[in-house]
């Protein structure tokens, strides 16, 4: 992947599919979830006024070790939803009438993990 992103010094939400994007596609199904290469780096490098939300369609059931694993890495997120459907990922949002854009999207290829995402902080944005 190599994407970059240019961002203002706004607080931000961070909107994440779990399996495939940040730890490997059903890795948990084989006994334990593994990171994906620079997931695990980027997401303890969000700010911490950030919000950060994850996304899994992995079922109820797995709640437990899924919030364990993700407490044993030290990664700090504000919210996970489970039993989210497998379909497309759709985010609507308006933008500031400075102009300034408000919703950017990065599709992963499954299991490439975020190396190759840089964010820039742009004070003038």
Known sequence: MKE??????LGKTWIFDFDGTLVEHNGYKCGADHWLP???EFLQ???AEDYVLILTAREEAARKATEDFLKQE??????IKFQI???ERILLNDSKPS????SYSVECKRNEGLLGLNVEIDEDL
Do not use: F
């Not at 970059?4 to 010094?9: A, G, Q, V």
């Not at 030290?74 to 919210?79: E, K, L, P, T």
């Open 45 to 47: 490098g969000l700010p």
């Open 38 to 40: 620079g997931a695990k």
């Open 99 to 102: 102009g300034l854009k408000m």
């Open 4 to 9: 970059n992103l240019r961002l203002s010094t």
């Open 85 to 87: 459907p497998m379909g």
């Open 74 to 79: 030290g990664i700090r997120y504000d919210d």
